[in-house]
């Protein structure tokens, strides 16, 4: 179990330097994935980043958990 969620961990942490790498930008690519939801109309926008918050929350719980464990 440890080891599947280091290498998770890992995973993750290499895929955001990975994706920072490709793009050029730091922090990666903040509200533009694919799933961010965006409504333009003439009177105003609305903007809420759905994806960005999904993914922030995943790899903040498994950093959070690999820490956790391994000061226990």
Known sequence: MR????ILTVVAIGAVLTI???TGRWP????RLPGDLR???TSGTFFFPFTTCLLVSLVLTCVLNVLLRWWR
């Open 3 to 6: 080891s599947a969620l280091l």
């Open 20 to 22: 920072s790498a490709i």
């Open 28 to 31: 990666p690519l903040p509200g």
């Open 39 to 41: 409504i333009e109309s």
